[in-house]
């Protein structure tokens, strides 16, 4: 069996490794010219993720790449702290999530790949796909084409493998943030704690997390209620929003002003925030979509990228074990959408706190510290990381 695999994000290279673990061949096809060096700003792998790399034997080069984050702090505009958690359960080894660069994932991910034998083809936009019967035939924008038993959509939340599926399937929702992210030095502010802190601002919100290096890598989340139009955002200058985030911030206690004067504006790429909370139709025929492309969370669950490095195992598991890709990619889906889809849940209604109104943000400073002490690394919130996948175990249809 050969795969077409649409995305050499991050799920795209993992789910070529995962299937090459099983015994099946599979080529990446990237619609960027070059690796995506440049994309993003930084994510966080949960221990989930973390684990399930593992699974493949492709989690050490990540971890290394960048540094641990085990805990989150929330705080008020004035400075009143409203809770804390930890950011998943440590491993076995003592192994908690870790936050690294975006490009520096697609880098090391793209790098495994190439060298366990996976071919990966750059400049390939993928336009369409048709069934051929016993197959599938993909066609790029460069008007080459490639045929293979089955096409898995690894192309993110604007997916075009999905709307080849489903041509009914429902657009990605605008989430009402702005996401921006930079990297700021010589602000003085101590990593000793080792994890983030989470500011809900008056106007914005604004997180952060001291790396080893004595550098700062911040994000900020920025309620906008109209969907920006697209290229809307690209037209505006990096120092542009250097100066409307200064405006945003203050006023507000904490570090977010001193972050945003020290960093690059270079760095200051703003995108919207947008996500797949529920999609009727993951598959069809010998199609699939995984990871963003199936059910994109917003960044403020912190398992985007878990959830698909855990999509592209549990795949490679179904098509190992159960003879015809529907059964697969059927079984896929019902190991898979409950539990991504709780997630994305999760992560909108923390969403509708970053916009609070006046109202709404002295209700939620007045009991965030009430709920967080209940329910603050209980059983239930950190079922989301304790997620674990053996490989071994094989996999039956229902």
Known sequence: MTVLIAGGGIAGPITALALRKAGIDAVVFEARSETADAAGAFLTLA??????????????AALAAGFSTPTLTLRSATGKNLGATRTGRELPDGTASHTLRRADLYRILHDEAVSRGVRIEHGKRLVGAEET?????AVFADGTEATGELLIGADGVHSTVRSLIDPAAPAPAYSGLIGLGGYAAGTGLDGADGGYTMIFGRRAFFGYAASPDDG???????????????????????????RTLTDLFAGDAGPAVRCVEASDPGDLRATPVHSVPHLPVWHNGRMVV????????????GQGASLSIED???LAKCLRDLPAPR????????LRRPRVESIIKAAARINSNKAAGPVGRVLRDTFLPVVLKLTANSKQVMSAYDHHIDWDERVTAN
């Open 327 to 334: 059964a697969a990619f059927a079984r896929f889906e019902e």
């Open 312 to 314: 592209a195992v549990v």
């Open 47 to 60: 221990t989930n993720g973390i684990d399930a790399l593992r699974t493949i034997g492709a989690g050490e």
């Open 133 to 137: 019967g016993d197959g599938v035939r």
């Open 216 to 242: 700062v890598w911040w994000f900020a989340n920025v309620p906008r209620a109209r969907e920006p139009e697209r290229g809307e955002l690209e037209a505006v200058s990096g120092e542009q929003w250097r």
């Open 290 to 301: 995984i990871g963003d492309a199936a059910h994109a969370p917003t960044p403020t669950s």
